[in-house]
């Protein structure tokens, strides 16, 4: 079956802990994204990708690190030097530029903790 | 200014009723694409429905219609006959495409539905 897995689906994270966060797609979607959802509220963007080592920031990505080095695979760290990191993290992929209609699917999230 | 408001924080429905919900967004780009999303309790993001600014019919998938307003910049999203395996958070979205940031979705805040059987 084709689709997104982020693994691991819980992560506790130490203070002052470097942290990654697998995302893997077999769609064959060039575009990857990544997004932080916090209680009550929408999806931020934190970094996203349009083709393999390549990748921009978004609106939240001060705190965190993408790669890009596989179509497949985008991982996102959460470094140490983000101070709120207690979300749940959200991968998406989408097939690439299609204009507006381009879709955006997501895999089923990982919840960070910190300890 | 929000660019997706869903003024609904929580909305409730009887099994096998319609339920509105409310999205209105703001832009000034001429070309763009609003979605709605389901997302239930275990966390995964569910893409329902799609429509373009320029599509002239409003969109619908099995049970799910998009009420599109243009003019009043709103992009409801209709649900028929509903079932309890609705009960999830509904987010509306919105994909801009020009100012470079075409590759983005910005999303509103979302709306609670519960089913009642």
């Known amino acids: 079956d084709g689709g997104i897995t982020q693994s691991p689906k819980y992560l506790f994270r130490k203070e002052g802990q470097n942290v990654t966060l697998s995302c893997e797609q077999n769609?064959?979607?060039?575009?990857m994204y990544w997004y932080r959802q916090d209680p009550g509220q929408g999806l931020r963007l934190i970094y996203y990708?349009?083709?393999?080592?390549?990748?921009q920031k978004g609106d939240i990505a001060e705190g965190y690190s993408v790669s890009r080095e596989k179509k497949e695979s985008f991982p996102l760290t959460v470094t140490s030097a983000q101070k709120n990191p207690t979300a749940f993290y959200l991968c998406?992929?989408?097939?690439?530029?299609?204009?507006?209609?381009?879709?955006?699917?997501f895999g089923p999230g990982t919840r960070l903790l910190v300890l | 200014a929000q660019k997706i408001t869903q003024t609904q924080p929580g909305m409730f429905v009887q099994e096998k009723e319609a339920v509105t919900l409310d999205c209105t967004y703001d832009?000034?780009?001429?070309?763009?694409?609003l979605f709605w999303y389901k997302q239930p309790s275990s966390g995964e993001m569910i893409f329902l429905i799609y429509?373009?600014?320029?599509?002239?019919q409003n969109a619908t998938e099995g049970r799910y219609s998009l009420n599109f307003q243009k003019a009043r910049k709103s992009a409801n999203l209709v649900i028929s006959a509903s079932q309890l395996g609705d009960s999830a958070m509904y987010f509306c979205?919105?994909?801009?495409?020009?100012?470079?940031?075409?590759?983005?979705?910005?999303f509103g805040k979302g709306t609670l539905l519960t089913v009642n059987p």
């Open positions: 998406a992929s989408s097939i690439g530029p299609q204009g507006r209609r381009e879709t955006q699917y």
């Open positions: 769609l064959n979607h060039d575009a």
């Open positions: 990708s349009q083709i393999v080592n390549d990748f």
């Open positions: 832009t000034s780009d001429p070309s763009y694409g």
């Open positions: 429509q373009g600014s320029y599509d002239q």
């Open positions: 979205a919105m994909r801009e495409i020009s100012g470079g940031s075409n590759y983005k979705l910005t």
